[in-house]
């Protein structure tokens, strides 16, 4: 494993420490406000059902817009993008704010609020994942600065939970969306303090439809790339909803509150910033794809035994290993997406690793929370975590195969070379 120094080396470069520090304090306002609309959401209606649907309203967009965000993505200015769609969350999120603090909100203000930030997100994280790059000064420091940037996500994905339970048993609500909303005026200065060079915008006379079919058509030769992608699709879909029914089991499995709510998301985040760290020390990514398996495993696995814990201690602990699971998963394939796709593609082809891991969570959450709204939450749940195992099971065996195949090819190839 790394260093300490060697771990954190893609700190030293101006533009993405900008970046990491403005992101840092923007997703912990971000994950704060998760946890109160989810909890908001619950204890006003007691709908497992009502969960779903809030959770696919915010997400839904992301599955439909996101090729076309990242299509935008290639055809204009990323930093820009960016800009503009920060500007945008930060709109949105004051606007929810005041509903609250001013009691003034119902659940259809919820929705369509949630709509509102989906459709924003569709367009951000494409351009934002597309920027990273450059950021970087030395592209070899490209998959640290995407592990790094996993670990700030999860860093987060720990202190926002954490805080928002504390205000959420104190002052209420209305304070998490408040403290969101202003978080986004460090994230909009980090990016106003950028120095990047011009971004040379090659100018293209095909539209939009034909630049996402050409993504598709890339993603259908290069066959890692797209079983990559379908991992995280499969896994979004099945495995990733289970955060949805936390606000249920914290209430009535574990017979808590608020701060058991917190407690849950915030060991979850423990987990996935160990994960993600773990993913920092990473010099290459010759093995990244056997790791994004098994870690699609341990997730399903600490999913599954989760479901049925009714000690809470014992399940913050299968909780947690679901949390390092998922993250080693995500950064890993994020990582091998963003160091295997050609420059003039990324935008297109990361539209589509963001549509199958933030569009497909919608359909799942929703999926889930018509579940639970028939049968127990605990049952749900551990069909994810087994459908989780069986993900990575047959996705191990397609990447066997796919490996071989090539294996094949490579000695064949000689051979044909003499023939000539």
Avoid at 62 to 87: E, F, M
Avoid at 360 to 366: I, S, T, V
Avoid at 399 to 411: C, G, L, N, Q, Y
Wanted: proline share 2%; net charge positive; glycine share 8%.
């Amino acid at each position: 494993m790394a260093s300490f120094s060697e771990t954190f080396r893609s700190l030293k470069y101006h533009n993405y420490r900008l970046y990491f520090v403005g992101q840092s304090i923007s997703l912990i306002g971000t994950w704060m406000e998760r946890i109160a609309i989810n909890w908001l959401v619950y204890t006003t209606t007691h709908s497992a059902l009502m969960l779903g649907i809030v959770n696919f309203a915010g997400q839904i967009p992301t599955l439909l817009l996101s090729p076309y965000g990242g299509a935008i993505s290639d055809r204009h200015n990323r930093y820009k993008i960016l800009l503009t769609t920060q500007i945008s969350a930060m709109v949105q999120a004051s606007i929810m704010a005041t509903l609250v603090l001013t009691h003034t909100y119902n659940i259809y203000w919820i929705i369509g609020l949630s709509i509102v930030l989906g459709i924003i997100n569709a367009f951000d994280t494409p351009s934002r994942q597309s920027l990273m790059i450059r950021l970087i000064e030395d592209k070899r420091d490209l998959q640290n600065a995407i592990a790094l940037n996993s670990s700030m996500v999860n860093l987060a994905r720990l202190l926002g939970p954490a805080v928002a339970g504390v205000l959420l048993t104190t002052v209420g609500t209305g304070i998490c969306f408040l403290l969101n909303a202003i978080s986004f005026i460090a994230v909009i200065i980090s990016l106003l303090l950028m120095k990047l060079p011009a971004m040379d915008v090659k100018k293209t006379t095909e539209s939009v439809w034909q630049n996402l079919q050409q993504g598709y058509a890339y993603l259908q030769e290069t066959t890692n790339l797209k079983l990559m992608i379908l991992l995280m699709a499969c896994t979004s879909l099945c495995v990733m909803p289970y955060s949805t029914m936390m606000p249920v089991f914290a209430k009535d499995v574990f017979k808590g509150n608020a701060a058991t709510y917190s407690a849950l998301n915030s060991v979850s985040g423990l987990g996935s910033l160990v994960g993600a760290i773990y993913m920092a020390g990473f010099k290459s990514t010759k093995n990244i794809r056997k790791v994004t398996v098994y870690a699609c495993g341990l997730f399903g696995l600490g999913v599954a035994i989760f479901a049925w814990c009714s000690n809470l201690w014992l399940a913050l602990l299968f909780i947690m290993m679901a949390g390092a699971g998922t993250m080693v998963q995500i950064a890993g394939t994020n990582t091998y997406v963003q160091t295997n796709v050609r420059d003039d593609m990324r935008g297109r082809v990361i539209s589509y690793y963001v549509m199958a891991f933030m569009g497909m969570q919608p359909l799942g959450a929703f999926l889930v929370g018509l579940g639970a709204h028939h049968a127990s939450p605990q049952l749900i749940l551990f069909i994810e975590g087994i459908l989780g195992l069986i993900i990575a099971i047959v996705f191990g065996a397609l990447f066997k195969r796919d490996a071989e195949r090539r294996i094949k090819i490579s000695e064949k190839e000689p051979v044909a070379g003499l023939e000539n």
